[in-house]
């Protein structure tokens, strides 16, 4: 059964700190995501990453950077946080073959006070 | 750019009735467009996607989706609602099979009993 997870599954934090975001895959998809769910927006991309160590910015990656180190780990960073930043944070993943689709983790969500 | 236009924020249906949620969308070539379901407190799950070729594509649990490139449209249906159905509904559109995917704001589907 393939399987996004993310961790951890709520957060919260204080304006200024750090904060990292997991996120897991066990189907081998070279390509993986980060974006935020905020009311009335839908998702926006943070992040792409195609492989290890290649990663691109998204529509909104203003104050997040990202790390990729293994294929089924991929990491979203915020250094300092801001209280904006808080939502609902997704993870995703999708081979890099044929026709297929994007597969979504449970989410995060995160309140920065 | 492209974009996607989901006109209603919230639709109620009694249970049993039929469905359709609207979604329109932008885009200057060949649009791979699809539908996902987010279920309370859960991740994006697809529910059906569009590739150039028949215009009406059917999905999981009833559901169907009309593409209309004159009307732009990708308008979402099932002909009788379930309660389960209660969720939000998401469409998106990718101009590359799905690497990148532009959501549009939901819809709020809500049943009554």
């Known amino acids: 059964d393939m399987k996004v997870t993310q961790m951890p599954r709520y957060l919260i934090k204080r304006m200024g700190e750090n904060v990292l975001l997991e996120c897991g895959q066990d189907?081998?998809?070279?390509?993986m995501y980060w974006y935020r769910q905020d009311p009335g927006l839908g998702l926006q991309l943070i992040y792409i990453?195609?492989?290890?160590?290649?990663?691109s910015e998204g529509d909104i990656p203003k104050g997040y950077r990202v790390s990729r180190k293994k294929r089924e780990h991929f990491s979203l960073i915020l250094d300092s946080a801001k209280t904006n930043q808080t939502s609902v944070y997704f993870c995703?993943?999708?081979?890099?073959?044929?026709?297929?689709?994007?597969?979504f983790g449970p989410g995060t969500r995160l309140l920065v006070l | 750019a492209q974009s996607v236009t989901q006109p209603d924020a919230r639709v109620t249906v009694s249970e049993g009735a039929s469905l359709q949620l609207r979604c329109k969308y932008s885009?200057?070539?060949?649009?791979?467009l699809f539908w996902y379901v987010q279920y309370p407190r859960q991740g994006l799950q697809l529910l059906l996607k569009y590739y150039p070729g028949d215009p009406v594509v059917q999905g999981v649990n009833g559901f169907e989706a009309e593409f209309s490139k004159s009307n732009s449209s990708f308008h979402l249906r099932k002909a009788s609602v379930h309660w389960s159905d209660w969720a939000v509904y998401f469409c998106?559109?990718?101009?590359?099979?799905?690497?990148?995917?532009?959501f549009g704001t939901g819809t709020s589907l809500l049943v009554d009993p």
């Open positions: 990453s195609y492989d290890v160590d290649s990663n």
């Open positions: 998106a559109v990718s101009g590359n099979m799905g690497y990148k995917l532009t």
């Open positions: 189907m081998s998809h070279e390509t």
């Open positions: 885009y200057f070539g060949t649009p791979y």
């Open positions: 995703a993943s999708r081979p890099n073959r044929g026709r297929d689709t994007q597969y």
